[in-house]
């Protein structure tokens, strides 16, 4: 169907910048956390009598508002409702943006000059944008389906600038099952919607990931593992359409320089399983550290070292079995950081 706004919607790349001048980061804006890093939407009306220029802001907090298109969907709704519309014989036109100007510490740019970005636009390519009023109850309204056209278009894919990288590999897995990309080894396997010479055209620095993988969309994979490499360094993140997508889940030591890692959490008692009158403790650590095991046969009372392990631990990451014997009918537990170190 036409559309009024022929080109506006539709976002051949959607560009982030990270790790611009003296600017870091911990995690990849992407799959289920990208809407984390927009901050803004914006709404276009146009029709007789209205400004065709008139974008009406609304800031934007995943945390605080919800899901992203809910939001859009709502604000549509109010901002329709608070201006003056005509009748049912005036055409219509929609848009709305969603941007990002930095949330995270991450600067977007273009051409090198910072900038507040349009990484998605509304209503999708395939949608008309044109609508007329309905007369409802004696009123003119804008028809309902129109709310339920607030979905977000990201183009082909995102385009992450991330000076000082060279080299990027893209492994889908699912199962036993691994698809490989990798500009370094010139590898593009099947099932892989990398295109080789696309990404190679772009670095260094420049960084396409596929909207299959940057949005984590349905598909055979389960998980994808994005590789960033400098000459000497890398870092490695993850998506598997979970909250953890964009997590860094390997880095080489020392990091690359637009990486930080984020600081390991701390230890923890992973499980307790008890048989007769000794009690199996499993610790479970991010990162190396050192730490005293106690307990306490009241939840409020004094907490002693384990006699068996009456010196700190050295942990080392991943997960480590101790026992405690007692007599006592049950037992507290705590592991207690004396030192510790990043991974």
Not at 143 to 169: H, R, S
Not at 280 to 295: D, G, H, Q, R, Y
Not at 304 to 331: D, N, V, W
């Amino acid at each position: 169907m036409k559309k009024l706004f022929v080109g506006l919607v539709v976002l051949a790349l959607s560009v982030w910048t990270l790790g611009a001048v003296e600017q870091k980061f911990s995690s990849l804006p992407i799959g289920a956390n990208l809407d984390g890093y927009i901050n803004g939407i914006e709404i276009l009306v146009v029709g007789d009598g209205l400004n065709a220029s008139a974008w009406q802001s609304y800031p934007y907090s995943r945390n605080r508002d919800g899901k992203l298109e809910t939001f859009a969907s709502q604000k549509l709704r109010d901002y329709t409702a608070s201006i003056k519309l005509a009748n049912g014989t005036t055409a219509y036109g929609w848009a709305i943006n969603a941007r990002t100007d930095g949330v995270g510490g991450l600067l977007p740019t273009y051409n090198g000059k910072a900038a507040s970005a349009v990484i998605a636009s509304a209503p999708l390519i395939d949608e008309s944008d044109e609508f007329h009023l309905t007369l409802r109850n004696g009123k003119w309204e804008v028809p309902e389906e129109v709310f339920g056209k607030v979905k977000f278009q990201f183009g082909w894919g995102l385009w992450y600038y991330i000076p000082g990288v060279t080299g990027l590999e893209i492994n889908l897995y699912a199962g036993s099952r691994i698809s490989r990309f990798s500009t370094i080894e010139r590898v593009s396997e099947a099932d892989n919607p990398c295109e080789l010479p696309a990404i190679l055209l772009e670095l260094p620095n420049d960084v396409m990931i596929p909207n299959e993988i940057a949005l984590a969309k349905p598909s055979w994979w389960e998980r994808a593992e994005i590789t960033l490499y400098t000459k000497a360094e890398s870092v490695t993140f993850l998506v598997n359409r979970t909250e953890q997508d964009g997590k860094a889940i390997r880095w080489s030591n020392p990091p690359p320089s637009f990486f930080v890692p984020p600081a390991p959490s701390k230890p923890k008692i992973a499980s307790l399983k008890r048989v007769r009158n000794t009690t199996e403790i499993t610790i479970s650590a991010e990162a190396t550290s050192v730490a005293n095991l106690e307990f306490s046969e009241t939840l409020n009372g004094s907490w002693y070292s384990i006699p068996k392990y009456p010196q700190p631990l050295s942990l080392q990451t991943g997960s480590s079995k101790f026992t405690h014997t007692t007599e006592a009918l049950s037992c507290f537990y705590r592991v207690r950081i004396v030192q510790s170190e990043r991974q």
